[in-house]
């Protein structure tokens, strides 16, 4: 996890996932990349909810006899994981602002302080 | 008229106000209904990244509603 975006220091981050089809689509995605590169099968694990710095995201494990397409195939997981999947993240940041990323013109929410 | 079941999604939901929502709408795709959500809710706004899903399928704007119909609607995603 990041620590900084443009500039903001980024305290913790906050990953909603909407489950049903998170897992749907996660399994199409790996059909496709044993399809494309002959792998044996692959594992691909997203954390929802609050993040600390540090903590690691998503994991994607591929096993094939082959380790050129086995990176491919983990390559290719990683990226359409990241495009397709109905998963947000929320930065929150250290002054106590957040903003889901990648939403150009969603408001960005001013959180309560708790502190 | 149709009757609907709409769901917001993480930004999609805080513009809106709301999370789940029943409608009657004549919307004839995805893509109208959603035309429409952004007149019902003020803070809504049109995303160019935005997807839509119906009935737990990821679907397209121009796909048509029937009644009953569960129609989620996604912000742009951003996982990883």
Redesign the interface.
């Known amino acids: 996890m990041r620590n900084h975006n443009q500039g903001r220091a980024v305290e913790r981050l906050e ?4 489950s ?2 998170a897992v ?2 996660g399994n199409a995605i790996i059909e496709e990349a044993r399809d494309k590169f002959g792998i044996e099968q692959a594992l691909c694990v ?1 954390r929802s909810g609050d993040l600390a710095l540090g903590d690691i ?2 994991v994607v494990g591929v096993a094939s006899a082959h380790r050129d397409e086995a990176f491919r195939a983990a390559r290719y997981i ?1 990226d359409e ?10 930065e929150h940041y250290t002054d106590g602002d957040a903003h ?8 960005s ?1 001013h959180t309560e302080h708790a502190a | 008229m149709k009757e609907v079941h709409v769901r917001f ?4 939901r ?2 809106a106000g709301v999370e789940l929502e029943t409608v009657h709408t004549s919307a004839a795709s995805a893509g109208e209904l959603f035309n429409e959500m952004t007149r019902k809710f003020q ?1 809504l ?5 935005a ?1 839509v ?1 119906i009935n ?1 399928e ?1 679907s397209g704007w121009d796909t048509g509603l029937q009644d009953g119909d569960e129609v ?1 609607f ?7």
Request: hydrophobic share 45%; glycine share 8%; net charge neutral.
């Open positions: 990953y909603e996932v909407y049903p089809l749907k689509e997203h995201a998503v990683i994981v990241k495009q397709r999947l109905p998963i947000w993240k929320k889901w990323v990648n939403c150009q013109h969603c408001a929410t | 999604f993480a930004a999609f805080e513009a803070g706004g049109h995303e160019p990244a997807l899903a737990d990821m989620l996604f912000p742009p995603v951003a996982g990883g």
